[in-house]
């Protein structure tokens, strides 16, 4: 008896996986960028002046891979512009209802080949400074996931630090009543920002004489995805870390 079962329970166990199996893979689930914003010269247009924020859904397959997205949140500051959204087919601009939310079916990506999901953005330099977030589902026949693009403009543009620079830190992360942040002396750090995923602001914290760590009381935010966004004495962000509260 055992030896009818066990290959039945084998194959089901193959037919199962195969079902569930990951059809695509985002390049990163969080791109950033910062810029002190750029305004075209005089008679041209935003064509060549645009902030590009680049990811990737990557097929993992060897069919062509139908695939849907929809930008179901989107948050940018006074005078910033949507100017576009780009995938494997073609740039959608203002007016498309891909801007607004409604599911956009991009052309089915080729077999171990990506589509480019790259939103851009007019900034010109007199919009108002803060962070600009989009998030965007991408959905396959198998496989569901988010991308966020978040965007700081800053009065001097100084540039964010990469994401994986060990000179700043938040943890533990999840985290559940408090998140240490641990920054770098060398970043003159003055300030973080806590803000939920749409870009509100939830609380703000100085770091006093340039401390290398402190530790923030989370314990009134709601669970979900969150934004830690370090400034310097200037106001310059110097990095946003994102965490989530349990």
């Known amino acids: 008896m055992m030896r009818k079962i066990l290959p039945l329970l084998f194959l089901f166990g193959l037919s199962s996986a195969a079902v569930h199996a990951q059809d695509f893979v985002l390049k990163a689930d969080t791109i950033t960028a910062e810029t002190p914003g750029q305004t075209p010269p005089t008679g041209s247009g935003w064509d060549n002046y645009t902030i590009k924020l680049f990811d990737y859904a990557i097929n993992k397959t060897n069919a062509a891979l139908p695939f849907s997205y929809t930008i179901f949140s989107r948050t940018i500051p006074i005078g910033w512009g949507f100017y576009a959204f780009c995938d494997n087919q073609t740039c959608r601009t203002s007016g498309d209802p891909t801007l607004s939310g409604t599911e956009t079916v991009g052309m089915p990506i080729p077999a171990n080949d990506s589509s ?131």
Do not use: C, H, W
């Open 116 to 246: 480019v999901l790259e939103p851009q953005f007019s900034i010109p330099v007199e919009a108002d400074n803060g962070v600009g977030i989009i998030r965007v589902k991408v959905v396959s026949a198998n496989t569901i996931d988010t991308a966020t693009y978040i965007i700081n403009k800053t009065p001097t543009g100084v540039s964010t630090i990469s994401i994986k620079d060990k000179r700043v830190a938040v943890y533990p992360n999840p985290a559940t009543t408090d998140l240490i942040l641990f920054t770098d002396r060398s970043l003159n750090a003055s300030r973080v920002e806590i803000l939920n995923i749409t870009g509100a602001r939830q609380l703000t914290q100085s770091i006093d004489n340039g401390a290398e760590a402190i530790r923030i009381d989370i314990s009134m935010l709601a669970k979900g995805m969150y934004l830690a966004k370090v400034t310097n004495a200037s106001g310059a962000v110097i990095t946003t870390r994102k965490f989530s509260k349990e």
